[in-house]
C-alpha cells in the first residue's frame, strides 16, 4: 500500500512529463491527486484500524502519525490540484507562463507530492532525505515567475533551508551514533520504534545535542523564528497554489520531524529539556510574527506571517504537553492546513482579479467577488482563532492545556498575542473585504474549479470548529498516544 | 566499538589533510582555487572511506567511497567549473571579510569545535578527532556562506557543512545504511544542480551573481 501511495504521484509527474496540450496536464494532474487521495485515505483507514505497516525492510513505515500527516497531505494536495486546473489555465490565458512552464509546474507539484508523502513513511534516517526533498522539488514551484523578487525568495529559500537541513542531518547522524553505542553496528536501519524502545540508554549529553542541531535545523523548515526569514518570502511570491502547498503540507512535515526526535529525546533525557525549548522557540514565533502581520501591506506575506504564527502555536502546545496539549497541537495542525490553504486560494482569485498582491489597492472583494469574498471574510476568521470555527477550538485546547501544565504566564502571554494578532489580521482582512470595489473592477468570480477547491475545504474548516466526528479523535488520541512517551 | 587498526596512523593524517583543504579554501581569492580545494577534500573523504571499509570489512562502504568519489570530487567540482565558465563570472572572489580575518576567524572555530567535540562523550582518540574536524567543517562551510558574495561560494559552503558531517558520520558509525547514504548523494547532487539552475537564472535576470542585489524582500 506505502509503495502505490509513493508510486502515483511519480507516475503522474512522469506522465506531465510526456502530456502535449494543457488539458491533457490538467486531467493527468488531477487523476493523479485524486487517485493519492484514494490511496492515501485507504492507507489512513488501514492504519487506523489495524496498527502499524512497515514494507521494504522496514525503510517503509507508517504508524498513527504518519497516517495522520499523510491524510493532511493527500487531502490538502487533492484540493490544490484543483484549484489548479482554474488558477494556471487563467495563467495560461492571460499570457503570464506559457505550455512549457505549466508543465514544469506540473511536474514539480507532484514530485513535491511525492516528497510529502515520503516524509510520512520514512523511516528514521530517511526522513531527513524527503524533507530535504520537500525543499528541492518545491524550489522551482517558487521560480516559475520570472520577477526578480521571485528569483531572490528562491535563492533565499534553497541557501536558508539546505543549511537548516544540513544541521538537522548532523542531528540525526549524532542520534544514529547514541544508538549505535546501544544497538551495536549491525542494527542497520533502525526504526522509530527500536530506537524509543531503547532511548532511556541513550548517552543524555549526545542526545542533547542531537537535538538541538535538529531543532535548529528542521525549525529552519518549520518557520520558526529566529530562522524564518526566507518564509514569508518564499510562501508569498510562490503561485498561491505553491504557496497553499509551502504553508498547508510542506510546513508540517518539518513539524512532524521535530516531533518525531522530541518523542526520542524525550524518552531519552526526560521532557522538560525539549519541551521548554520547544517552548522558547513557539513563544518566540507570536511574539515577532505579531507586529509583522499587524503592519503588513501585501497581503500574501501577511498570510505568511500568519504561518509563521500558527506554527509557534503548534509549537507551543507540543511544548506544553500532556494529552490535551499534545491533541491541541494536531488538531490545530489540520485546522491550520485546511484554513490557510483556502486563504491562499482566496489571495490567488484576488491577485488575479486586482492584479496585485498589496493590500492597500484591494478594495470590495464581497461585491465584486461573491464567493471569494465570503469566503476569504470566513477563513480570516477561522484564522485568526474566532468562534465557531476549528482554530478557535484548537487554540483553546492549547491554551487550556498550557494553563493546566503551571506554564501560566506564557499561556497568558500568548492569549494576549492571539488577540492583538486578531485584531490586526482581521484589520486587513476587512479593508479588502468591504467597502466599494475601486472603478474598472466589474463583478465575475474566477473559475469553478478554484471556487470548488476552496468549498470542499471550507466545509472542514467549519465543520471541526462544532463537530469533530468521533473516529477523527480517536485517530488523533491514537497519535497522541505515540508522541505522549514520558507520561 | 571497535577501533580501527588498520590505518590507525594514517587516519590522523587524512583527517588532518582534510582540514588543511578547508583552510586553502577560506584562504583563496581565487574562485577555481576554491572549487579544487573542494574536489581535492572529497578526494580525502573518499580515501578515508576506503579505509574505513577497508578496515572494518564492510563492503557496502567502498560503495559510499566510490560514490564520493564519483559525485563529491569530479561531477560536482566540473559543474561548478562548467556554470562559471558559462556565466563568464569573474575569477575573483569578492569577501565581506577578508583573507586575513577570515583565517583567524577559521581557526577559532577549530578551537571551539575541538572544545564542542570534548563534550560529547565519545569512546575512541580518533572518533573524538574526527568529530572536532567534522564540527569544525561545519561551523567553517557557515562562515564561507556568509562571508562570501557570489552565490557559488554560497553553494561551496554548503557544500563544505556536508562534507564535515559525512566525515562525521563515516569515522563516528562506520557509516549509516547504504539505503541512506545513497539518498545523501542523490539529494546533494539534486541540490547543486537546482542551484546550479538558480545562479543562471540570477546571472540572466540581474545580470551579475553577487547575491547583494538581493535585497530587496523585507518586512
Same mark, same amino acid.
Given at each position: 500500500?506505502?509503495?502505490?501511495?509513493?508510486?502515483?504521484?511519480?507516475?503522474?509527474?512522469?506522465?506531465?512529463?510526456?502530456?502535449?496540450?494543457?488539458?491533457?496536464?490538467?486531467?493527468?494532474?488531477?487523476?493523479?491527486?485524486?487517485?493519492?487521495?484514494?490511496?492515501?485515505?485507504?492507507?489512513?483507514? !488501514?492504519?487506523?484500524?489495524?496498527?502499524?505497516?512497515?514494507?521494504?525492510?522496514?525503510?517503509?513505515?507508517? /504508524?498513527?502519525?504518519?497516517?495522520?500527516?499523510?491524510?493532511?497531505?493527500?487531502?490538502?494536495?487533492? %484540493?490544490?490540484?484543483?484549484?489548479?486546473?482554474?488558477?494556471?489555465?487563467?495563467?495560461?490565458?492571460?499570457? %503570464?507562463? !506559457?505550455?512549457?512552464?505549466?508543465?514544469?509546474?506540473?511536474?514539480?507539484?507532484?514530485?513535491?507530492?511525492?516528497?510529502?508523502?515520503?516524509?510520512?513513511?520514512?523511516?528514521?534516517?530517511?526522513?531527513?532525505?524527503?524533507?530535504?526533498?520537500?525543499?528541492?522539488?518545491?524550489?522551482?514551484?517558487?521560480?516559475?515567475?520570472?520577477?526578480?523578487?521571485?528569483?531572490?525568495?528562491?535563492?533565499?529559500?534553497?541557501?536558508?533551508?539546505?543549511?537548516?537541513?544540513?544541521?538537522?542531518?548532523?542531528?540525526?547522524?549524532?542520534?544514529?551514533?547514541?544508538?549505535?553505542?546501544?544497538?551495536?553496528?549491525?542494527?542497520?536501519?533502525?526504526?522509530?520504534?527500536?530506537?524509543?524502545?531503547?532511548?532511556?540508554?541513550?548517552?543524555?549529553?549526545?542526545?542533547?545535542?542531537?537535538?538541538?542541531?535538529?531543532?535548529?535545523? &528542521?525549525?529552519?523548515?518549520?518557520? $520558526?523564528?529566529?530562522?524564518?526569514?526566507?518564509?514569508? /518570502?518564499?510562501?508569498?511570491?510562490?503561485?498561491?497554489?505553491?504557496?497553499?502547498?509551502?504553508?498547508?503540507?510542506?510546513?508540517?512535515?518539518?513539524?512532524?520531524?521535530?516531533?518525531?526526535?522530541?518523542?526520542?529525546?524525550?524518552?531519552?533525557?526526560?521532557?522538560?529539556?525539549?519541551?521548554?525549548?520547544?517552548?522558547?522557540?513557539?513563544?518566540?514565533?507570536?511574539?515577532?510574527?505579531?507586529?509583522?502581520?499587524?503592519?503588513?501591506?501585501?497581503?500574501?506575506?501577511?498570510?505568511?506571517?500568519?504561518?509563521?504564527?500558527?506554527?509557534?502555536?503548534?509549537?507551543?502546545?507540543?511544548?506544553?504537553?500532556?494529552?490535551?496539549?499534545?491533541?491541541?497541537?494536531?488538531?490545530?495542525?489540520?485546522?491550520?492546513?485546511?484554513?490557510?490553504? =483556502?486563504?491562499?486560494?482566496?489571495?490567488?482569485?484576488?491577485?488575479?482579479?486586482?492584479?496585485?498582491?498589496?493590500?492597500?489597492?484591494?478594495?470590495?472583494?464581497?461585491?465584486?467577488?461573491?464567493?471569494?469574498?465570503?469566503?476569504?471574510?470566513?477563513?480570516?476568521?477561522?484564522?485568526?482563532?474566532?468562534?465557531?470555527?476549528?482554530?478557535?477550538?484548537?487554540?483553546?485546547?492549547?491554551?487550556?492545556?498550557? +494553563?493546566?501544565?503551571?506554564?501560566?504566564?506564557?499561556?497568558?502571554?500568548?492569549?494576549?498575542?492571539?488577540?492583538?494578532?486578531?485584531?490586526?489580521?482581521?484589520?486587513?482582512?476587512?479593508?479588502?473585504?468591504?467597502?466599494?470595489?475601486?472603478?474598472?473592477?466589474?463583478?465575475?468570480?474566477?473559475?469553478?474549479?478554484?471556487?470548488?477547491?476552496?468549498?470542499?475545504?471550507?466545509?472542514?474548516?467549519?465543520?471541526?470548529?462544532? &463537530?469533530?466526528?468521533?473516529?477523527?479523535?480517536?485517530?488523533?488520541?491514537?497519535?497522541?498516544?505515540?508522541?505522549?512517551?514520558?507520561? | 566499538?571497535?577501533?580501527? !587498526?588498520?590505518?590507525?596512523?594514517?587516519?590522523?593524517?587524512?583527517?588532518?589533510?582534510? *582540514?588543511?583543504?578547508?583552510?586553502?579554501?577560506?584562504?583563496?581569492?581565487?574562485?577555481?582555487?576554491?572549487?579544487?580545494?573542494?574536489? +581535492?577534500?572529497?578526494?580525502? *573523504? %573518499?580515501?578515508?572511506?576506503?579505509?574505513?571499509? &577497508?578496515?572494518?570489512?564492510?563492503?557496502?562502504?567502498?560503495?559510499?567511497?566510490?560514490?564520493?568519489?564519483?559525485?563529491?570530487?569530479?561531477?560536482?567540482?566540473?559543474?561548478?567549473?562548467?556554470?562559471?565558465?558559462?556565466?563568464?563570472?569573474?575569477?575573483?572572489?569578492?569577501?565581506?571579510?577578508?583573507?586575513?580575518?577570515?583565517?583567524?576567524?577559521?581557526?577559532?572555530?577549530?578551537?571551539?569545535?575541538?572544545?564542542?567535540?570534548?563534550?560529547?562523550?565519545?569512546?575512541?582518540?580518533?572518533?573524538?578527532?574526527?568529530?572536532? =574536524?567534522?564540527?569544525?567543517?561545519?561551523?567553517?562551510?557557515?562562515?564561507?556562506?556568509?562571508?562570501?558574495?557570489?552565490?557559488?561560494?554560497?553553494?561551496?559552503?554548503?557544500?563544505?557543512?556536508?562534507?564535515?558531517?559525512?566525515?562525521?558520520?563515516?569515522?563516528?558509525?562506520?557509516?549509516?545504511?547504504?539505503?541512506?547514504?545513497?539518498?545523501?548523494?542523490?539529494? %546533494?547532487?539534486?541540490?547543486?544542480?537546482?542551484?546550479?539552475?538558480?545562479?543562471?537564472?540570477?546571472?540572466?535576470? $540581474?545580470?551579475?551573481?553577487?547575491? !547583494?542585489?538581493?535585497?530587496?524582500?523585507?518586512?
Amino acid at each position: 500500500m506505502i509503495k502505490y501511495l509513493l508510486l502515483i504521484p511519480v507516475l503522474t509527474a512522469l506522465f506531465c512529463v510526456i502530456a502535449r496540450t494543457e488539458k491533457q496536464i490538467q486531467t493527468i494532474g488531477l487523476v493523479g491527486s485524486t487517485a493519492t487521495l484514494i490511496v492515501g485515505l485507504t492507507l489512513v483507514i !488501514d492504519v487506523f484500524k489495524h496498527g502499524t505497516i512497515t514494507t521494504w525492510e522496514s525503510m517503509l513505515f507508517a /504508524d498513527a502519525f504518519s497516517a495522520y500527516l499523510i491524510l493532511i497531505t493527500s487531502l490538502i494536495g487533492f %484540493a490544490i490540484s484543483m484549484y489548479l486546473i482554474g488558477y494556471m489555465g487563467r495563467e495560461l490565458k492571460d499570457g %503570464a507562463i !506559457d505550455l512549457k512552464r505549466l508543465r514544469i509546474y506540473y511536474v514539480f507539484y507532484h514530485l513535491c507530492i511525492f516528497s510529502t508523502l515520503l516524509v510520512g513513511v520514512a523511516n528514521d534516517l530517511g526522513l531527513w532525505i524527503a524533507i530535504e526533498m520537500t525543499t528541492l522539488f518545491s524550489a522551482p514551484l517558487i521560480a516559475i515567475n520570472t520577477k526578480k523578487s521571485s528569483i531572490e525568495a528562491t535563492w533565499k529559500y534553497l541557501i536558508i533551508c539546505s543549511v537548516g537541513i544540513t544541521l538537522a542531518l548532523f542531528g540525526t547522524i549524532l542520534t544514529y551514533y547514541a544508538a549505535v553505542q546501544v544497538l551495536g553496528e549491525g542494527a542497520g536501519a533502525l526504526s522509530w520504534v527500536s530506537l524509543i524502545a531503547v532511548a532511556d540508554q541513550f548517552d543524555p549529553t549526545l542526545m542533547k545535542i542531537a537535538f538541538v542541531f535538529i531543532l535548529v535545523g &528542521y525549525g529552519t523548515k518549520a518557520g $520558526f523564528v529566529p530562522m524564518h526569514t526566507w518564509l514569508p /518570502d518564499a510562501h508569498s511570491e510562490a503561485q498561491s497554489p505553491g504557496s497553499a502547498l509551502l504553508s498547508g503540507v510542506v510546513i508540517n512535515c518539518a513539524v512532524y520531524g521535530i516531533i518525531r526526535f522530541h518523542i526520542i529525546t524525550s524518552a531519552a533525557v526526560g521532557k522538560e529539556f525539549s519541551s521548554s525549548l520547544l517552548i522558547m522557540f513557539g513563544l518566540m514565533s507570536l511574539v515577532i510574527a505579531t507586529p509583522f502581520i499587524i503592519m503588513q501591506r501585501d497581503h500574501k506575506r501577511l498570510l505568511a506571517y500568519s504561518s509563521v504564527e500558527h506554527m509557534g502555536i503548534v509549537a507551543l502546545g507540543f511544548g506544553f504537553g500532556g494529552v490535551l496539549g499534545i491533541f491541541g497541537a494536531l488538531l490545530h495542525m489540520f485546522n491550520h492546513s485546511v484554513t490557510k490553504s =483556502v486563504l491562499f486560494f482566496a489571495a490567488g482569485n484576488i491577485r488575479q482579479k486586482y492584479g496585485t498582491t498589496k493590500i492597500d489597492p484591494v478594495s470590495g472583494i464581497v461585491k465584486s467577488m461573491p464567493y471569494t469574498g465570503p469566503m476569504l471574510v470566513l477563513g480570516g476568521l477561522a484564522i485568526t482563532g474566532s468562534p465557531p470555527f476549528g482554530i478557535f477550538l484548537s487554540e483553546l485546547t492549547i491554551l487550556a492545556a498550557g +494553563f493546566m501544565q503551571g506554564y501560566i504566564i506564557i499561556s497568558t502571554l500568548v492569549l494576549l498575542l492571539i488577540m492583538i494578532i486578531f485584531a490586526g489580521f482581521f484589520n486587513h482582512i476587512n479593508r479588502m473585504a468591504l467597502s466599494t470595489p475601486p472603478e474598472g473592477i466589474t463583478v465575475g468570480d474566477a473559475s469553478k474549479w478554484s471556487l470548488g477547491a476552496m468549498m470542499i475545504l471550507v466545509v472542514f474548516v467549519v465543520m471541526l470548529g462544532v &463537530y469533530i466526528p468521533p473516529q477523527f479523535s480517536d485517530m488523533i488520541m491514537q497519535v497522541v498516544n505515540i508522541v505522549n512517551v514520558v507520561r | 566499538m571497535s577501533e580501527i !587498526d588498520f590505518g590507525s596512523g594514517l587516519m590522523p593524517a587524512l583527517i588532518a589533510l582534510i *582540514l588543511v583543504s578547508t583552510f586553502m579554501l577560506l584562504g583563496s581569492k581565487r574562485l577555481y582555487t576554491c572549487v579544487r580545494a573542494f574536489g +581535492f577534500q572529497s578526494f580525502l *573523504l %573518499a580515501v578515508v572511506a576506503a579505509v574505513v571499509a &577497508y578496515s572494518t570489512g564492510r563492503s557496502e562502504i567502498y560503495v559510499v567511497s566510490f560514490l564520493t568519489l564519483i559525485i563529491k570530487a569530479a561531477i560536482i567540482p566540473y559543474v561548478f567549473i562548467k556554470i562559471s565558465r558559462d556565466i563568464g563570472v569573474k575569477r575573483e572572489i569578492e569577501l565581506y571579510v577578508n583573507i586575513s580575518p577570515s583565517l583567524l576567524i577559521g581557526g577559532l572555530l577549530v578551537v571551539i569545535s575541538y572544545y564542542l567535540a570534548q563534550a560529547i562523550n565519545i569512546n575512541t582518540q580518533l572518533s573524538n578527532y574526527a568529530l572536532s =574536524v567534522s564540527m569544525s567543517l561545519l561551523f567553517i562551510g557557515l562562515f564561507i556562506m556568509i562571508s562570501r558574495k557570489k552565490a557559488m561560494t554560497q553553494m561551496l559552503g554548503i557544500l563544505i557543512m556536508e562534507n564535515g558531517i559525512f566525515l562525521g558520520a563515516i569515522s563516528l558509525t562506520y557509516g549509516m545504511p547504504l539505503i541512506v547514504e545513497l539518498g545523501i548523494f542523490f539529494d %546533494a547532487l539534486v541540490a547543486v544542480l537546482i542551484m546550479g539552475i538558480m545562479v543562471f537564472r540570477i546571472n540572466k535576470t $540581474f545580470e551579475t551573481v553577487d547575491t !547583494d542585489v538581493l535585497h530587496t524582500l523585507i518586512g
